[in-house]
C-alpha cells in the first residue's frame, strides 16, 4: 500500500495546492537493495527458490542506484512503512491469488 498511498498523497496535494504544478517526487524507502538482497528477501518471503548467476557488471550498470525521498517527506508527508521483505511477501501473495494478473476471473460469490 505505500506507493498507493503515496499517489494518494500527491493528488491531495495538487488538488489543495493550485501552485503545485507537475513535479517529479521519488516515492521509495530511500535505501539501496542489491541484487542478492532482492533475491534472498523474495525466496525467504515466497519460499521459492529463485535461480540465478553472477556474472560481470554490464557496460552502462550503475553501481548504486536509489530514490532520495525527502522531498515526498517534506512536501507530500508521506514516507514509505514498509521494507523489501515486506513487498518480496505481498507481492508473492498477489501472485499466488490472481496467477494470471489481472486477467485471472474473479469469484464474485464471495
Request: aromatic letters at 8%; one cysteine or more.
Amino acid at each position: 500500500m505505500d506507493l498507493a498511498e503515496g499517489h494518494v498523497s500527491a493528488v491531495q496535494q495538487v488538488v489543495d495546492n493550485d501552485k503545485m504544478g507537475c513535479k517529479a517526487v521519488n516515492l521509495g524507502t530511500g535505501r539501496g537493495t542489491s541484487v542478492l538482497e532482492m533475491i534472498k528477501a523474495f525466496e525467504e518471503n515466497s519460499g521459492a527458490k529463485v535461480p540465478y548467476r553472477i556474472v560481470d557488471r554490464r557496460a552502462g550498470d550503475t553501481v548504486a542506484v536509489w530514490a532520495a525521498t525527502e522531498l515526498a517527506e517534506r512536501e507530500l508527508g508521506w514516507k514509505a512503512k514498509y521494507d523489501v521483505a515486506d513487498m518480496c511477501r505481498d507481492q508473492w501473495r498477489w501472485a499466488q491469488k490472481y496467477p494470471k494478473g489481472y486477467d485471472t476471473p474473479v469469484d464474485k460469490k464471495k
